[in-house]
């Protein structure tokens, strides 16, 4: 048999035999089905399985945009740009953030400006 303690609408514990506290069954555990494990919530009626994790989003390193403009011939069109905006050339030239998301929509907006395809540009490396 396999046992549930639901919290607030979610499986907290799993438990494979009816746990006993002093001498008799803990309260507020309930049989579940096979599948149920934590983190699933219950309506009273039916259990169900939390939401997928979602992949981690893709980063690039901001050398390697930098070379692909570069080779592109647009770096002092991209750096022109940077400058015109401190909040948006200090997140750019950040020390501590040698990466930038290949979906970031401000980076976007700058390789399209540029005239560049944002995704050869923002492409990571697999």
Do not use: H
Not at 6 to 30: A, N, R
Not at 76 to 89: D, E, K
Not at 99 to 120: F, K, N, Q, S
């Amino acid at each position: 048999m396999k046992y549930a303690r639901i919290i607030d609408g979610v499986v907290d514990s799993i438990s494979y035999d009816l746990p006993y506290f002093e001498g008799g069954p803990e309260p507020g555990w309930t049989k579940v089905p096979a599948d149920v494990f934590a983190g699933f919530s219950f309506d009273g009626e039916k259990f169900t399985g939390p939401e997928p994790t979602p992949p981690p989003r893709q980063t690039v390193l901001k050398s390697l945009v930098q070379a692909r403009i570069i080779e592109a011939g647009k770096m002092a069109s991209a750096y022109a740009a940077l400058t015109q905006n401190p909040v948006y050339f200090a997140r750019w030239f950040a020390p501590d953030r040698p990466e930038v998301y290949c979906d970031d929509p401000d980076a976007i907006l700058l390789v399209t400006a540029l005239g560049l395809d944002p995704d050869a540009i923002l492409a990571p490396i697999v």
